[in-house]
């Protein structure tokens, strides 16, 4: 089985940071594992490494898709396996780096998606919808397609009704393994991380704002951009007029702390999962790993 190394952890953790380390050490190319960043444009709000971050490292799966359109997780596996083909021919280490964890989850697992395509005059219709509307839709047709889906995350909620309406029912999920991963999740300090969420955001909230008002000239609805989460729906709703810069910043960090925090909860329920304070003993994992 092909063998590929997933550096994830909470948001602000360093992880584009440790990934780019590894590849220098250990021959590597980085493929993106965060499920914002593969949109063109969302670059500061998303928290995209910058190219001169990369320090000459291949990245792969960044920028890749229009923020106009949904990217969804059949389309992610079906990219990462490409990349991740594409790199062992180089005789070179994939190195996974993101905190989605339905994108770790589904390639830990191999999971087989069915093929739907998108109903757009469907999606219009759901988009006029609460979160908890969408939820109680998918309960009456099928509550068990409620499984391994992310109940915050409208877009989400709304691509598996639009499986349910054409597929009939959700079937459970078909798993085939094809890559043998090492999962390093990195752990912090809570008092740490949180000054880095802090420090990190307030950084980027001018090049936010901007990147904001960029994303509507190319034609992007304040609902688009505030769909993306986070950053891009409280800083969105500041450009937009609805609240004060101070209520922008700190309703970000607010459901940035609880965000991270979910992400550790989703992390620690992985057995594989492996969670390293220091880059010495990634280090010494992957070494154990690549020679096994």
């Known amino acids: 089985m092909k063998k590929a190394v997933f550096i994830t952890g909470p948001t602000s953790s360093g992880k584009s940071e440790l990934a780019v380390y590894l590849a220098k050490k250990f021959n590597g190319e980085v493929i993106n594992a965060d499920s914002r960043q593969v949109y063109k444009f969302l670059d500061y709000g998303s928290g995209k490494v910058t190219s ?27 990219d990462a396996y490409k990349a991740l083909n594409k790199i062992i021919k180089k005789r070179k280490l994939p190195i996974f780096c993101g905190g989605t964890i339905l994108y770790l989850k589904a ?23 609460s979160k908890e509307e969408l939820i109680e839709k998918i309960k009456e047709i099928n509550p068990s397609a409620l499984e391994n889906i992310d109940l915050n995350n409208k877009r989400r909620l709304i691509r598996r ?54 994303l509507r000239k190319i034609g992007l609805s304040f609902k688009r951009i505030i769909s993306f989460g986070l950053e891009y729906e409280w800083f ?57």
């Open 52 to 78: 001169k971050e990369m320090k000459g490292i291949n990245h792969h799966l960044f920028s890749i898709a229009s923020p106009k359109k949904n990217y969804f997780l059949a389309r992610w596996l079906k």
């Open 107 to 129: 390639l830990k697992e191999g999971w087989i998606l069915p093929s739907v395509k998108p109903d757009y005059r469907l999606r219009r219709k759901l988009e006029k919808l």
């Open 236 to 292: 969105g709703k500041f450009v937009l007029g609805e609240i004060s810069l101070k209520e922008a910043t700190e309703g970000c960090l607010k459901e940035t702390r609880k965000f991270a925090k979910k992400q550790i909860r989703e992390l620690k329920k992985i057995n594989e999962v492996t969670w390293i304070k220091e880059k010495i003993e990634a280090e010494e994992k992957i070494d154990r790993f690549l020679l096994t």
């Open 161 to 214: 009704l639009e499986i349910i309406r054409q597929l009939g029912k959700i079937e459970p999920i078909k798993k085939n393994p094809q890559v043998n991963l090492l999962i390093l999740a990195i752990s912090l300090p809570w008092e740490e991380l949180e000054k880095r969420i802090k420090e990190r955001l307030e950084k980027r909230i001018p090049f936010i704002i901007k990147e904001i008002k960029k």
